[in-house]
């Protein structure tokens, strides 16, 4: 299992799911991101999530294919 942290930038409270997964790199595109999150095929906090515009505050971990990922 592969462990990602995505840091948010000082002047932001949250990232939405679909960019998080962009910038650990487990999609190249946004595009590819909101097909695997409205397939079911993501889930945020132990739980399936279909929205890709959700928003992650720090300390959320979303999961794609054997990565987490942590927002930090």
């Known amino acids: 299992m592969n462990y990602e942290k ?7 409270e949250y990232i939405r799911l679909d960019d998080a997964l962009k910038t650990a790199g487990c999609f190249q595109t946004g595009g590819q991101a909101k097909i695997a999150i409205q397939d079911g095929l993501v889930r945020l906090n132990g739980e399936v999530c279909t929205m890709r515009g959700k928003k992650l505050r720090k300390g959320d971990k979303a999961e794609y294919d054997n990565t987490i990922l942590e927002v930090c």
């Open 6 to 12: 995505v840091k948010l930038n000082p002047d932001e």
